[in-house]
C-alpha cells in the first residue's frame, strides 16, 4: 500500500492571535478547533488518493451517503504536548495508527497505513502549532482521526468509497480545580458491547449504544457509567469510554482483553509506568462481587479510570440497583495519583521518556 503525499493547501484567514489566544485561555473540551485539517480519501480499485491539508470546515455529503445509515465510522483519540524546550510531541501515535487498523478490519473499512495515519497527524500538527497550549500545565492538543464511508447508496455492504479525516482541538485540563474522584453507576442490565461484536473497535456505534444509559446514570447523580460482561452480567468491563484499574497493595489489575473491551493506549502504557515506580501490574478478572468485597473488607485500596482525554480518573463512589459504596475514602488514591503524575510528566516532558513513546514533531 503507498502513502499519498499530503498536498498543503493553507488558509488564507487563519484566526488572529488574539482571538486564538483569547480560545487558549479557556479551551474546554472539544469545543474549539484548529485553522487546519487533513483529508485523504479512498477509492475500491484506487486505494488512497487526494491526500490534503486544508481549511478547517464543514464537509458536503449526499444525504444518501452511506455512513448516515449504516454508522461505518472510526475513531481515534491522542494528544500533543508542548514541552519544556517549545517543541511540540505526541504520546504514541502509532499504538492509534494501529488501534485504527484493527477498528478498520471490523468494520470492514480500508486501513490506513500506519505512516501515513502519523504523517497526517503530524502535518496537521505542525501547520496549527499555535494551538497547542504552553508548557507548564495539563492542556494539550487533542487529535480526532476518523473515518466514514462515503459511497452513495442505500444498499447494505461495504463502502466503495471512504474519507479519512484529522481534525485538532485545543483541551484545556481535565480538571479544572484540582482532580476529582467520579461517581460510577453500575449498570447491572444494559451493556456496551457482546462477545463476537464490536467492543473491541473504535466506533461511533458502541458510543451511541452507551448514551442512553449514561443519561440514566447522570439522573442518579453519576458522571460515568461501569459495564459488566454481556453473557453473565459478573465480570466488569469499562466504562462507556475509558478502561479501569484496580489497586490493591502495590499491585494494578485491569480487566483483560476478552474482545468486547476497548484496548487503550492508556490503559496499555501503565501496564508499564506501574513497574517502572515499583508496582507489580497484571490484566485479570474481576467480578461485581469481588470489587464490592473487597471494597468493604479494604484490600482494594483504590480504583481509577483511564483515557487519553482525562489521562487518570479517581473513582470515589460506585452506586448500583443494590446499593452504593465509597471507594477507599473518597479522595483520589496515593498510587494513582502518582500514576497519573508520571505519564503525565512523560507526555510534557518532564519525566525521561524512557520506552520511547514520545514522537517528537519539531518546534
Ligand atoms: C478510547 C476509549 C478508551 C480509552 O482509550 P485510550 O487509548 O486510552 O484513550 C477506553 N474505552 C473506550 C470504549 C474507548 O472508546
Not at 6 to 29: M, N, V
Not at 49 to 78: C, K, M, N, R, W
Not at 122 to 149: C, N, T
Not at 332 to 346: F, H, V
Amino acid at each position: 500500500m503507498t502513502t499519498p503525499t499530503i498536498e498543503l493547501k493553507p488558509t488564507s484567514s487563519p484566526l488572529s492571535d488574539a482571538e486564538r489566544e483569547a480560545i487558549l485561555a479557556a479551551p474546554g473540551f472539544g469545543r474549539h478547533f484548529s485553522d487546519h485539517m487533513v483529508t485523504i480519501q479512498w477509492t475500491e480499485g484506487r486505494g488512497w488518493h487526494d491526500a490534503q491539508l486544508v481549511p478547517y470546515g464543514p464537509l458536503s455529503l449526499d444525504p444518501a451517503t452511506t455512513v448516515l445509515h449504516y454508522a461505518q465510522e472510526i475513531f481515534e483519540g491522542l494528544k500533543a504536548y508542548r514541552q519544556p524546550d517549545g517543541t511540540v510531541a505526541t504520546f504514541r501515535p502509532e499504538a492509534n495508527a494501529k488501534r485504527f487498523q484493527r477498528s478498520a478490519h471490523r468494520l470492514g473499512m480500508p486501513e490506513l497505513p500506519v505512516e501515513t495515519f502519523i504523517e497526517a497527524c503530524d502535518v496537521l500538527v505542525q501547520h496549527d502549532k499555535a494551538w497547542v497550549p504552553a508548557h507548564g500545565g495539563e492542556e494539550s492538543f487533542y487529535l480526532r482521526p476518523f473515518m466514514i464511508a462515503t459511497e452513495v447508496g442505500l444498499g447494505v455492504k461495504p463502502a466503495n468509497e471512504y474519507l479519512f479525516l484529522v481534525i485538532g482541538s485545543p483541551a484545556g485540563a481535565y480538571f479544572a480545580g484540582g482532580v476529582k474522584p467520579v461517581t460510577i453507576w453500575l449498570s447491572e442490565d444494559r451493556v456496551r458491547a457482546v462477545p463476537g461484536g464490536m467492543g473491541d473497535a473504535k466506533t461511533g456505534g458502541n458510543y451511541a449504544a452507551s448514551l442512553l444509559a449514561q443519561a440514566e446514570a447522570s439522573a442518579k447523580g453519576c458522571d460515568q457509567v461501569a459495564y459488566l460482561d454481556a453473557v453473565e452480567h459478573k465480570w466488569v468491563e469499562e466504562l462507556g469510554g475509558m478502561n479501569l484499574y484496580f489497586v490493591y497493595d502495590n499491585h494494578i489489575v485491569t480487566p483483560a482483553l476478552t474482545g468486547s473491551l476497548l484496548a487503550g493506549v492508556t490503559r496499555d502504557s501503565l501496564l508499564t509506568v506501574a513497574r517502572d515506580l515499583g508496582y507489580t501490574s497484571e490484566e485479570g478478572r474481576i467480578s461485581i462481587d469481588q470489587w464490592r468485597e473487597d471494597s468493604a473488607n479494604g484490600t482494594l485500596k483504590e480504583v481509577f479510570a483511564c483515557g487519553t482525554a482525562a489521562v487518570i480518573t479517581p473513582v470515589g463512589t460506585v452506586k448500583s440497583a443494590g446499593g452504593e459504596w465509597v471507594q477507599g475514602d473518597g479522595t483520589p488514591g496515593e498510587i494513582t495519583m502518582k500514576l497519573r503524575d508520571r505519564l503525565l510528566d512523560i507526555q510534557r516532558g518532564i519525566a525521561e521518556d524512557t520506552h520511547g513513546w514520545m514522537h517528537p514533531l519539531g518546534d
